[in-house]
């Protein structure tokens, strides 16, 4: 139901899974494991995966923070679109890639939940994307001592707000990893 014209399909990104934005993050394990589920069943059913990395002072390029996480694995053919900002849109081709994949709906995975998880969300949705955040497939670290709430806290609180997000011709939902079968999509 996007508002995107001639855009039926559907992407999977993964977000910053980099060694420096989760070494600590709540559930890094199971969320990983959670995105390599979803990155399979995406890849058997043909659909576009593009990895997002992003680079600042403390993930500096081609540093072990600034690396994907060893468990999971881009193929080649999988764009990686490289960005400075918690937006994964702003300054980046990843439009141009979802636009040539006729993708209108996204299937949002990674870290830092509170911070790129959140903004690409929100700046897919007010560019007309339907957005699915994996409500098992995104985390964060502790912020409390500047503070945010607890990790845990911060990942159920923005699973709840964003299945109640609406916009005229465009869906928010949030499913669990379980719920998601690619085949149909």
Not at 149 to 168: M, R
Request: glycine letters at 6%.
């Amino acid at each position: 139901m996007t508002t995107l014209p001639n855009r039926p399909n559907t992407a999977l990104l993964v977000v910053d899974v980099q060694n420096g934005v989760v070494d600590e993050a709540h559930r890094r394990d199971e969320v990983v494991a959670n995105i390599n589920t979803l990155v399979d069943r995406a890849r058997i059913a043909d659909l576009p995966i593009i990895w997002i990395q992003h680079r600042s002072e403390d993930l500096v390029e081609g540093t072990d923070p600034w690396r994907y996480v060893p468990e999971l694995a881009r193929a080649d053919s999988e764009p990686l679109v490289h960005k400075r900002y918690g937006d994964s849109f702003e300054d980046t081709e990843l439009e141009v890639l979802l636009a040539a994949a006729n993708a209108g709906h996204l299937v949002v995975t990674g870290a830092d939940t509170d911070a790129c998880v959140r903004s690409t969300i929100h700046g897919a949705f007010v560019r007309g994307y339907d957005v699915t955040l994996v409500a098992d497939a995104h985390t964060t670290s502790d912020k409390t001592r500047w503070g945010a709430p607890k990790p845990e806290d911060v990942i159920a609180h923005t699973n709840l707000y964003w299945q109640f997000q609406q916009a005229p011709g465009r869906t928010a939902t949030v499913r669990p990893t379980g719920e998601l079968d690619f085949r149909s999509a």
